[in-house]
């Protein structure tokens, strides 16, 4: 899995925003989980953003990256948000109940 990042400013506050694009299954979910926390690591952990709109396939260890990085990020007091899931990863994450505990932004 492919991703960038890039910093923004989003509701007045610096963000993190990381990029993935393709597949986020058991082959990925690895090394991507390794390189978002070495992002975190490196530009701090307040506000993250992972933008999901280059996902073309998402399976149950692409929920746990996300859960993992929510619980990272917020155990350092920061915020996990998902933006542009398309239509299969948002029933997914619809699904999974990810939306009680992490913002959503289409």
């Known amino acids: ?14 963000a993190l925003v990381i990029s993935l694009c393709g597949e986020l299954d058991h082959h990925s979910a690895g090394k991507l989980r390794e390189e978002i926390d070495a992002e975190l690591e490196k530009h701090g952990f307040g506000f993250c953003i992972l933008d999901m709109s280059g996902v073309s396939f998402m399976d149950s260890s692409g929920l746990g990256v996300i859960l993992g990085r929510y619980r990272l990020v917020t155990e350092h007091g920061g915020t996990l ?11 997914i994450l619809k699904m999974s109940g990810i939306y009680s505990i992490v913002e959503v932004k289409k």
């Open 81 to 91: 948000a998902v933006r542009n899931p398309n239509k299969t990863v948002d029933r």
């Open 1 to 14: 899995m492919k991703h960038t990042v890039q910093m923004e400013t989003e509701q007045g506050r610096k």
